[in-house]
């Protein structure tokens, strides 16, 4: 087996990618979200999108085969391998506010733009620099009418999301914080990167 780094539940971790390596990521015990971000390591203005990818892609159900685009309309990642195969690419990481007004808590509670904006600030990413996040593992669902709900995720121990880096990135990745997102349990996820 792989030497994978650690992260610990609702926190997350910032490092560097070459264009070619490839990031696994693993739900080590099952139904556990991670939320990643993507800049472009030479130009931070460059940054994974949502929107693009969606358009270029034509779904939003990503997986294996496809790839993940940045706001300037070029590939930043390709899934190589997907045994999991629901992720989600339409919800902001949780925040603060999501408590207050999802979860109705006003105390302190970890969220992922909280560790998102920790570890990626010593890089210079401010918070407002991070952007909406693709949700590997998340099982989001939405009905006829277009209802979005958050359900548990569908990982099962072991399974794991591969991505090539198709430029030099920085990365930014959690253990999700939110308890919907997460059948209302906080576990690890583990990482590894290897050249290709």
């Given at each position: 087996?792989e030497?994978?780094?650690?992260?610990?539940?609702?926190?997350?971790?910032?490092?560097?990618m070459?264009?070619?390596?490839?990031?696994?990521?693993?739900?080590?015990?099952?139904?556990?979200v991670?939320?990643?971000?993507?800049?472009?390591?030479?130009?931070?203005?460059?940054?994974?999108?949502?929107?693009?990818?969606?358009?270029?892609?034509?779904?939003?159900?990503?997986?294996?085969?496809?790839?993940?685009?940045?706001?300037?309309?070029?590939?930043?990642?390709?899934?190589?391998?997907?045994t999991?195969?629901?992720?989600?690419?339409?919800?902001?990481?949780?925040?603060?506010?999501?408590?207050?007004?999802?979860?109705?808590?006003?105390?302190?509670?970890?969220?992922?733009?909280?560790?998102?904006?920790?570890?990626l600030?010593?890089?210079?990413?401010?918070?407002?620099?991070?952007?909406?996040?693709?949700?590997?593992?998340?099982?989001?669902?939405?009905?006829?009418?277009?209802?979005?709900?958050?359900?548990p995720?569908?990982?099962?121990?072991?399974?794991?999301?591969?991505?090539?880096?198709?430029?030099?990135?920085?990365?930014?990745?959690?253990?999700?914080?939110?308890?919907d997102?997460?059948?209302?349990?906080?576990?690890?996820?583990?990482?590894?990167?290897?050249?290709?």
């Amino acid at each position: 087996m792989e030497n994978y780094t650690i992260i610990p539940p609702q926190t997350g971790k910032a490092f560097t990618m070459k264009k070619g390596q490839i990031l696994t990521v693993m739900d080590p015990q099952g139904k556990q979200v991670s939320d990643m971000v993507l800049f472009n390591l030479h130009d931070y203005g460059e940054r994974i999108s949502s929107g693009k990818t969606l358009d270029f892609e034509e779904s939003i159900l990503l997986t294996a085969g496809n790839t993940l685009w940045s706001n300037r309309s070029r590939k930043m990642v390709r899934i190589s391998a997907d045994t999991n195969g629901r992720n989600d690419f339409l919800l902001a990481p949780c925040s603060k506010e999501t408590f207050e007004i999802m979860y109705d808590y006003h105390d302190y509670h970890p969220s992922c733009l909280e560790n998102l904006t920790k570890n990626l600030e010593p890089f210079g990413i401010t918070q407002d620099d991070v952007p909406t996040a693709f949700n590997i593992f998340m099982n989001v669902q939405f009905d006829v009418s277009g209802k979005i709900s958050v359900l548990p995720p569908t990982s099962k121990p072991g399974d794991y999301v591969e991505f090539e880096a198709l430029m030099d990135l920085l990365v930014g990745l959690t253990a999700c914080s939110a308890e919907d997102s997460n059948g209302g349990t906080f576990k690890p996820i583990h990482y590894f990167i290897k050249d290709n």
